[in-house]
C-alpha cells in the first residue's frame, strides 16, 4: 500500500518539506510505495524577506516570484486548492473546490498572516510592507514624503523578529541619503519594555538607536489609530502624533486552523522538539503555524523542516525516528543600506549580534537570490 505524505501549505517550509522528501525517497516514489501531495493557494511562490527592499526601490518586484510548479520538484502532486476543514480524527483533509485527501501523514506549514483590522484604525490609517501591496504603497508614500514625524510601530506576534529593527535603520539613512535628516523624525514603539523580545538583541540595538538619534517608546500596545487627527494611542495611555505611520500589524494563523479547531488564533500546539503537533503521531507542524515560543522567521522554517525531512524519510523507510530540533534560527539584520549584522540562537543559546559590516549585508543580499536554491532543497 502506497503511502500518503500531504502537506498543507506550500510556502517556503511546506515546499522545503515537499522538495527535500524527493531528494531522499527517489526509489520509493519511482515504485509508487511513497506518494507527495500538496495543497496551496496560488500558482506562484513569494520569497517575503524581499518585501523589506521594495519601500526602499531596493529590489524588482519580479524578483520576488517563481512559479510554484517550477519550485516544486515534479513529482509533487500539487494542486491549488485551499484546505477548508483539517481532520486528524479521520486522517483526511477536505478543500476550497470540495475534493478529500486522505493521509497517513500531514504536514501543516500554512503560515500565518497579517490582521491590521484588529486595531481600530490601523488599516486605514497605517502603512507596512508585509504585503505586496503594503509595500509598494509604502513606496510611495517614501519617496513624497517631506518630511516629518514617522513611528514604526511594533505589533506582537509577528513574523521576522528583526524585520522592524530592518526597517527603522534603512528609513534613517534613506532620510539621510536623500539629504533630510533635519526634518524627519523616526519613533520605534515596542510592546514590552526593551527594544525586542530576545533580550541581548534589545541591549545590542539601543545604543545603535541613540548614536543615530532614533526615538523608542516602549511598553506601547497598540490599542487604536486615529486616521484623522493622525495619533496612535497605546493602552498604556501614550498618545503619539504621525506624519507617517508604519506598522507591523499582528498576526494570527489561518483560518482554517481555526475552523477545524486545531488551535487558538490559528498556532498549533506542537512538540517543541519532534515537532508532532500534540496529540497527534502522524501529524506534523513547520514553520510560522507552530506555538512554539521562538521566533516566527524563514530560516526557523527552514530549519524545522531539515529536521522533518530526516524524520518522515525515516520513519517511512524504517519506521524509526531520527533526530529531533534544538531551535535553531538565523537571521541577517540589515543595519542601514549598505551594511549589516546577523543572529543565530536555538533553545540553549541565546544571540550575540556582532558590529555591523558591508560583507554581511552582501551576504543578505546573495541569500535573497541564493533562497530559490534553497526551496529547491539544493542548499
Ligand atoms: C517583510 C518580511 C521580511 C522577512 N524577513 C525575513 C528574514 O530576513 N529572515 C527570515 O528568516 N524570515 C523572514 N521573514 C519571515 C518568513 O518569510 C516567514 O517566517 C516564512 O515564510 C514562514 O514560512 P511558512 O512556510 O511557515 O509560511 P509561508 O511561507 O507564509 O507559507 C504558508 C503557505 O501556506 C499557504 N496557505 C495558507 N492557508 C492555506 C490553506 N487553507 N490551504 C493551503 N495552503 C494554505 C499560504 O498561501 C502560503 O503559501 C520575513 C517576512 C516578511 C513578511
Not at 501549505?9 to 525517497?25: E, F, K, S
Not at 484546505?83 to 475534493?99: C, F, P, S, Y
Request: net charge neutral.
Amino acid at each position: 500500500m502506497s503511502k500518503t505524505i500531504l502537506i498543507v501549505g506550500g510556502g517556503l517550509a511546506g515546499t522545503i518539506v515537499a522538495n527535500g522528501m524527493c531528494r531522499q525517497l527517489n526509489s520509493e516514489l519511482r515504485n509508487g510505495s511513497v506518494n507527495i501531495t500538496m495543497l496551496g493557494t496560488t500558482e506562484t511562490h513569494m520569497y517575503q524577506p524581499g518585501l523589506l527592499y521594495v519601500p526602499f526601490g531596493r529590489i524588482r518586484e519580479a524578483e520576488l516570484y517563481r512559479d510554484q510548479r517550477r519550485v516544486l520538484d515534479r513529482r509533487v502532486n500539487f494542486f491549488v486548492d485551499p484546505a477548508k476543514h483539517i481532520d486528524v480524527e479521520k486522517n483526511q483533509v477536505t478543500t476550497e473546490k470540495g475534493r478529500t485527501f486522505k493521509y497517513d501523514y500531514l504536514v501543516l506549514a500554512t503560515g500565518s498572516r497579517i490582521m491590521p483590522q484588529n486595531i481600530p484604525g490601523m488599516a486605514e490609517a497605517g502603512h507596512w510592507f508585509y504585503d505586496i501591496e503594503g509595500a509598494r504603497k509604502l513606496r510611495t508614500a517614501l519617496n513624497n514624503f517631506e518630511g516629518g514625524k514617522i513611528i514604526v510601530n511594533v505589533n506582537a506576534p509577528h513574523k521576522c523578529p528583526v524585520a522592524p529593527l530592518e526597517v527603522t535603520f534603512m528609513l534613517n539613512e534613506f532620510f539621510k541619503g536623500k539629504g533630510m535628516s533635519d526634518k524627519v523624525e523616526i519613533t520605534y514603539t515596542y510592546p514590552i519594555g526593551r527594544l525586542h523580545a530576545l533580550e541581548p538583541v534589545a541591549h545590542w540595538s539601543k545604543p545603535e538607536f541613540d548614536k543615530q538619534g532614533i526615538k523608542y517608546e516602549t511598553f506601547f500596545n497598540t490599542e487604536s489609530v486615529n486616521p484623522e487627527k493622525k495619533t496612535i494611542r497605546s493602552m498604556e495611555g501614550v498618545e503619539l502624533p504621525f506624519d507617517l505611520l508604519i506598522t507591523i500589524p499582528p498576526h494570527m494563523g489561518q483560518q482554517v486552523i481555526i475552523d477545524s479547531d486545531l488551535g487558538k488564533g490559528g498556532w498549533v500546539p506542537t512538540n517543541t522538539k519532534t515537532l508532532h503537533r500534540e496529540g497527534s503521531t502522524n501529524v506534523f507542524v513547520v514553520g510560522d503555524t507552530t506555538n512554539i515560543p521562538i521566533s516566527k522567521a524563514g530560516s526557523t522554517a527552514h530549519f524545522e523542516a531539515d529536521v522533518l525531512i530526516d524524520n518522515l524519510v525515516s520513519l517511512v523507510t524504517e519506521g524509526a525516528w531520527a533526530r529531533e530540533y534544538d531551535g535553531k534560527v538565523f537571521c541577517f539584520v540589515e543595519t542601514g543600506l549598505g551594511t549589516g549584522t546577523y543572529v543565530w540562537f536555538d533553545y540553549k543559546t541565546p544571540p550575540n549580534p556582532g558590529p555591523p559590516s558591508q560583507m554581511i549585508h552582501w551576504f543578505k543580499l546573495a541569500y535573497n537570490r541564493l533562497y530559490w536554491l534553497s526551496a529547491r532543497g539544493l542548499l
